[in-house]
Nanobody, 120 residues
């Protein structure tokens, strides 16, 4: 079965950087798109960035110019390079993937979440 494993979260000072990774394992045929969402306490989960297997990206306005999403299709892994971090970026970051197994039906998978804390 499919599993998404996240890593790279931590505590950093404002202006610092972190790089998140998420690897998908299992008998996967396709992942389109793959990306990151985040959720702060008391707030709804929001999209951060997504990327297709062809490299098309989508970013939340709040992170444009600061975050960069990328993926390694051979490794079924997505990355999120976060620069110029702000306290408002503090949240649990969740890996998300829409996965196909060779047929027309797609399934949504979520990682367990990794904490990102930015101090001021």
């Amino acid at each position: 079965q499919v599993q998404l494993v996240e890593s790279g979260g931590g505590l950093v000072q404002a202006g610092g950087s972190l790089r998140l990774s998420c690897a998908a394992s299992g008998s996967i045929f396709s992942i389109d798109p793959m990306g990151w969402y985040r959720q702060a306490p008391g707030k709804q989960r929001e999209l951060v960035a997504t990327i297709t297997s062809g490299g098309s990206t989508n970013y939340a306005d709040s992170v444009k110019g600061r975050f960069t999403i990328s993926r390694d299709n051979a490794k079924n892994t997505v990355y999120l390079q976060m620069n110029s971090l702000k306290p408002e970026d503090t949240a649990v970051y969740y890996c998300n993937a829409i996965i196909g197994f060779g047929g027309p039906q797609k399934y949504i998978y979520w990682g367990q979440g990794t904490q990102v804390t930015v101090s001021s």
